[in-house]
């Protein structure tokens, strides 16, 4: 007997820890300066080659295509309706002692909508993005990565953190001119189309291996239906479970899901295989503005433009992430994950080895405003510019280079392009990111 209970206490890659987040346990190398008060997130804002490239296209603001509905003009509030909003710690509840939500301030959609900005967000610098290509690929170095990849050297790793205002950079999908089309995670040619058209926000997740079991978004607003793309990505093999129990409409639906079938995927490991479209999006939606990242395992429960006016528009950032609900500390974050087995340990201490190498430190003081090195990373808002792209490019091919450990490897890229341009990703409370997503436990 199969049951399901929706939680959003504990995710596979948790610990369940008694208490409240984060001020309660602390690391030994942050529990002396961070106060141990509740308040918001702080605001994340106060390469030369000759191998082709696939060009960036311009972000435009065509709507959907069948879009029935207009968006409403944008507005100016000399007030935002949450600015007298008090935060405040879960209540305490004995029978949940694990991270738990904690409350937050959503406008309504409609004034959501009205607060979107009319522009996209400067992208400082970096202006163009082009996407190496290329067809006859050559292993050069010892552990540079895949095929999928295109096994960037060391030197081109270092030349992409270089940032100039028009950058050509690894970012997958290396072996053809369009992502998805016998490049290694591919799609129908169908269903690419389907992909180019979606121009405005999209929610996408994946279930790979069959590991998970596809949740329905809840409380979703009728306008959010008709104008924001949802989309699932499935393995061959998890679409042949699905369909055992789950009728697929004539429009390739399953709910407000528009289910899409990966062939030909480049890794053995389904983790790794699901940081593709996790991390790089902007290259499977190439003409979408925002999007809204959401891990299989997890079930939305908030409306898409509420979490993009909560958590981008409201603080004028263009990349928002939740840091881990106990751990700060990248260091802390590896042994965490060779104590619970999630990767091999020779690995995760090469990838360390070679980020002290390059200087990494304990998180310290020193580092704020940045509140945390450790995200927790089942969701992921974004807007889709030249410095966010650019952004997970590189923090893919960390994850193609080392361990599929992406919590591992996001603050040396984060801090590396922050070391060179006035921007950084945002990090709010995972007792925020608890409130509008909930997962599902098999028992």
């Known amino acids: 007997v199969v049951c399901f209970l929706f939680s959003s206490l504990v995710s596979k890659d948790e ?44 972000i435009g603001h065509e709507k959907v295509q069948g879009l029935s509905r207009s968006f409403p003009p944008a507005i100016h509030l000399e007030h935002h309706p949450c600015e007298n909003f008090s935060f405040s710690p879960p209540p305490i509840d004995r029978k949940r002692t694990g991270p738990r939500p904690c409350p937050v301030c959503y406008v309504p959609v409609d004034q959501a909508l009205a607060l979107m900005p009319a522009a996209p967000t400067a992208s400082p610098i970096l202006q163009s993005l082009n996407y190496l290509s290329e067809d006859n690929l050559v292993l050069k170095e010892s552990n540079s990565g895949s095929l999928f990849g295109g096994y960037p050297s060391l030197e081109q790793r270092d ?65 959010s239906k008709d104008t924001v793309c949802f989309f699932m990505f499935l393995d061959e093999e998890t679409e042949a479970a699905i369909k055992n129990t789950t009728a697929v409409d004539n429009m390739k639906k399953i709910g407000l899901w528009r289910v899409v079938v990966v062939h030909n995927l480049p890794y053995s490991d389904a983790r790794r295989n699901g940081k593709i479209p996790k991390l790089l999006l902007h290259r499977l939606f190439p003409n979408a ?94 807007e889709h510019i030249p410095i966010t792209n650019l952004f997970t490019c590189l923090w893919f091919n960390e994850v193609d280079r080392f361990t599929s450990r992406d919590q591992i490897s996001f603050s040396t890229v984060r801090d590396k392009i922050r070391s060179r341009v006035n921007w950084t990703a945002d990090m709010f409370l995972d007792c925020e990111r608890r409130d509008f997503v909930v997962q599902v436990i098999l028992c």
């Open 15 to 58: 610990v369940a820890a008694p208490g409240t987040e984060t001020m309660l346990g602390l690391s030994d190398h942050v529990r002396s300066f961070v106060n141990p008060v509740w308040t918001s997130s702080l605001s994340g804002n106060d390469l030369n080659t000759t191998l082709p490239t696939v060009k960036q296209p311009d």
């Open 289 to 382: 503005r925002y999007s809204l990242w959401i891990d299989g395992k997890l079930k939305l429960v908030k409306d898409p433009y509420q979490l993009l006016e909560r958590f981008l528009w409201r603080k004028n950032v263009s990349f928002a992430i939740s840091r881990h609900y106990r751990r700060f500390d990248v260091f802390e974050e590896a042994e965490a994950n060779k104590a619970g087995g999630k990767y091999d340990n020779a690995s995760i201490d090469n990838q360390i080895e070679f980020y002290k190498r390059e200087g990494l430190t304990h998180y310290s003081s020193a580092k704020l405003p940045i509140t945390s090195d450790v995200p927790e990373g089942c969701v992921i808002i974004r």
């Open 159 to 223: 030349m992409s953190f270089d940032i100039k205002d028009s950058m050509t950079v690894h970012c997958g999908f290396v072996r053809g001119k369009i992502p998805g089309l016998n490049t290694g995670f591919d799609v129908d040619e169908a269903d690419l189309s389907e992909m180019r058209q979606c121009q405005g926000t999209v929610v996408a997740s994946a279930i790979f291996g069959y590991y998970d079991i596809m949740q329905q978004p809840e409380n979703i607003s009728e306008f």
